[in-house]
Each structure stands twice: as structure tokens, then as C-alpha cells.
């Protein structure tokens, strides 16, 4: 079981930023997979940001140049360190982490955190 604690979200004017973290209950490096997603309201949750154990990383076309995930194993958190923030940024942003193991997927979310840009 992997337990996962965003923060850091809040209200931002547009051309702001912020970070977010995200804590994990176990050793990041154990984890194949970690992501951020966001869900605004009346949209489908949508890939943000993720980051592979070898730390490759990938992006949704809408934050290359503005986002950048990043990971610290020793503290098992990983950061969303958001730039040149958009109202259409807006949204509830999700931790998520992914291990494949032997007969599928396993899959865990955090609780969210709002992050709320202004015009």
C-alpha cells in the first residue's frame, strides 16, 4: 500500500507560481511510475506530468516550458514546480503513483490539492 500527501497548492495571479510536493509512504525508486494529474471541473482527469524510475520524464503539450517534475529519494517526494501559471491551469492536481507487478497494474492517488489561477 502507498500512501501519497500533495500540498502546496492555493490561489496564484496568472504569470505566477507555484510548487507542488507530493510525499510518499514508501521509497520513491520502488515505484515504476510517479505522475501528476489534474482535473478541472466538468473535464476528465489529464496526465500533467510523470517521471520514471530511470527519471525519464514527460509532459502534456499544454505545460512543456512551464512545468518540471522533479524527484528527491531521499525524502520520497516528488515536486511539480509550476511557472508562467494559466487560468486554464486551474484545477485539482493528483499525485499518482504506478507499479506494475505480476498479473497488472497496481495504481494510488493522493487526495488533491486545488490550485487556483486568476485573470
Known amino acids: 500500500q502507498v500512501q501519497l500527501v500533495e500540498s502546496g497548492g492555493g490561489l496564484v495571479q496568472a504569470g505566477g507560481s507555484l510548487r507542488l510536493s507530493c510525499a510518499a509512504s514508501?521509497?520513491?525508486?520502488?515505484?515504476?511510475?510517479m505522475g501528476w494529474y489534474r482535473q478541472a471541473p466538468g473535464k476528465q482527469r489529464e496526465l500533467v506530468a510523470s517521471?520514471?524510475?530511470?527519471?525519464?520524464?514527460n509532459y502534456a503539450d499544454s505545460v512543456k516550458g512551464r512545468f518540471t517534475i522533479s524527484r528527491d529519494i531521499a525524502s520520497n517526494t516528488v515536486y511539480l514546480q509550476m511557472n508562467s501559471l494559466k487560468p486554464e491551469d486551474t484545477a485539482v492536481y493528483y499525485c499518482?503513483?504506478?507499479?506494475?507487478?505480476?498479473?497488472?497494474?497496481?495504481?494510488?492517488w493522493g487526495q488533491g490539492t486545488q490550485v487556483t489561477v486568476s485573470s
Open positions: 499518482n503513483a504506478k507499479n506494475t507487478v505480476a498479473g497488472g497494474t497496481l495504481e494510488y
Open positions: 517521471i520514471t524510475r530511470a527519471a525519464n520524464t
Open positions: 514508501v521509497n520513491i525508486f520502488s515505484i515504476n511510475v
